[in-house]
């Protein structure tokens, strides 16, 4: 606690506090915009932070990176358009709520279940930091293959268009993962001589084209004059109605405490988040056929496991010097360009950075509540916008976000042929969000299986024998078998009935 109450002392001066407002802001904003994400606004801002003060830098980087998880929400909700691969699962059922008119009660679940989220986080963060990352770093290759498996595997129950389709859309994009150079042997896979695909596949390009590119394609089918019927939102109707803040209060608290725990692991532990709370909610909801309808857990849990994985991700960077995510990348390279060693030290050595960081979230997580709730109203007004002349605006903004990613007119490419795709699989009825997780657990799952083998020279017993490992294959075994079971007994019973009867 008294590291803790330095920290806020530190935090609030008005240099430091002012920083920790342009953060959240400048995330906010990146969140909103597809394909700039917060690794990019941190990147191009790297270099202005040389002549600052190492804690206010850290500050402002900080709120950058939790900031665009809120506004990420904000396209996905609103557009159907992911502004960033963690924002992919509230398209789900958020788009859905907005188009039953219910886009700012979407919007302020969103936001309050992230408040939420990441001030458990925090409290998380500021109690277990030491003892946590010492058991995120005893994760090996195996451990890794098994958790990537059990991801995909567990994603076959989150569609509603069945288990051979969705298992069909993963292996999709687990081929097209494997686009680009080779990280064990160097060659380049699948490339055709394109230079620029020696980089892989960009997720941005993809899940903007499969999403965004292909609505628009859609809605070109339609009457393009017509817009959505959406009242003026006053702030009353930004509260959730009692029915849909009662069944978000369970998902957000869930959702808090399990994508803490995923943003210890390292990879992409906000997508894996989101999706897990997600399946996890729709598993023991109580109305599991309104998911992918407008179910206000659609959006609670989701939207707080992100918020509560990008918080996780500081321990591992904050306690071992250690990156686990993209955006904390950035956060360490900022260290570094200021002679801030982070690890078990850095908080005997710089007491006032750790707790300086850790206390600028929890005022960020305030700002960013009263930044978002009465920007509401204006966002919501995006759905009164007529189709026709809103499609010229988010096909634009699709390019620029996917010319931003690499300063690449390849990317554009690669959008756009993944919006004719997404298109025809919406009319073949095959979902998209297997496709794009695999994407991004692809690289992962390869990575991971080539280094448990060269461990074990070869062998495969090692994925059973370690026990993490074997046990996380058991509970995916029994993920696959449960259902199967269950299914066959009650068509048992259904023919010794029909058979009395």
Known sequence: MEGLLQGFASVLTPMNLTFAFIGCFLGTIVG???????VGAMALLLGATYSLPVDTALIMFAGIYYGSMYGGSTTSILLKIPGESSSVVTVIDGHQMALKGRGGAALAISAV???????????LLSLLAPHLAGAAVKFGPAEYFAIAVFGLVMLSQLSEQGFIKS????????????????????YSRFTFGIVQLQSGM?????????YGIAEMLHLAEEKITQKVDVEKVKMKDLLPTRTEAKRSVGPTLRASILGFFVGLIPGPAAVISTFSSYILE???SKHPEEFGKGAPEGVAGPESANNAAAVGAFVPLLSLGIPFAPGTVLLLAAMLVHDVVPGPL?????????????????????????????LINLLTRLLRVPANLLMPIIVLLCIVGAFAVNNSTTEII??????VAGYIFNKLDFPIAPLLLALVLGPMLESSFIGALMISQGSLDIFVTRPLSGAIFTITGLVIILPLLIKAVKKFRKGRIDTAL
């Open 167 to 186: 298992m069909i859309m993963v292996g999709l994009g687990l081929l097209i993962g494997t686009v680009g150079i080779d990280q064990m042997s160097g």
């Open 113 to 123: 279940g992230s408040f939420v989220a990441g001030t458990i986080g925090l409290i």
């Open 32 to 38: 909103v915009l597809p394909g700039i994400g917060p």
């Open 282 to 284: 729709k598993k023991i």
């Open 346 to 374: 850095l908080i005997r050595d710089n007491p006032d950075i750790f707790w300086g960081v850790i206390a600028s979230m929890y005022i960020g997580n305030c700002i960013l509540l009263v930044l978002n709730l009465p």
């Open 414 to 419: 690669v959008m756009i042929v993944a919006g």
């Open 202 to 210: 960009d997720f941005i390009a993809l899940a903007m084209g499969l």
